[in-house]
């Protein structure tokens, strides 16, 4: 961004996206003036490791504290699957550069909660992803041949990916109700000390810049005019 020559500017980002905010943020580049993110890293260690042991709910739990637990619980024990095996072994995934169903396949079924989202407006519901969304993404790495060494940061990582990392700048949040967690209030003020806007949305998920763009963009606004 400098390069191109902007004296300020702000970052978003969800899934791994959030992760890469979050750490250009850490690095403390005075042209980074705030974040944006709809997939924050606010989780408690001790509810992160109960959650992902498979425990009962720890007592004393707001309502919206234990349903993003029950959310984590679930994602732990359904969707972890492809996850562990592209962390564990991502080179025994070269069929995927052998065989465009076998992409679309893995695209497409990594998890229950992803698949349920891509699949919904094909059942008849007004929002969800389109038969050209979906291709067009599966074709964007089968094009690129990149579908092996997208795997491999699940290797190489070694974030917490959950985990508050006490970003520094200013950061909005927007908590969407089909995400794999949607953040409480509670913990994602203590995530941010430097939290300057907080919002849970009525509808969206995982994919909410794609499928909720009118949303999406409106929270970014709503979130950086702070900072304008």
Known sequence: MKRLGYKRFVAQGGDWGNAVTEQMALLGSPELIGIHTNMPATVPPDIDKAAFAGAPAPPGLLADEKHA??????????????????????????????????????????????????????????????????????????????????????????????????????????AFPEELYQAPRSWTEKAYPKLIYYNRLPKGGHFAAWEQPELFVGEMRAGFKSLR
């Open 69 to 174: 637990y029950d959310q984590l619980a679930f994602f732990y024990k359904h969707g972890l699957g492809y996850a562990n095996e592209m962390a564990n072994r991502p080179q025994t995934l070269y069929a995927l550069a052998d065989s465009p169903v076998g992409l679309a396949a893995w695209m497409l079924d990594h998890d229950a909660a992803s698949q349920a989202l891509m699949a919904r407006v094909f059942d008849g519901k007004t929002e969800g992803l389109t038969r050209d969304d979906i291709l067009d993404n599966v074709t964007l790495y089968w094009l690129t041949n990149t579908a092996v060494s997208s795997a491999r940061l699940y290797w190489e990582s070694k974030l917490a990916f959950f985990a508050p990392k006490n970003v520094p700048v200013p950061a909005a949040v927007s």
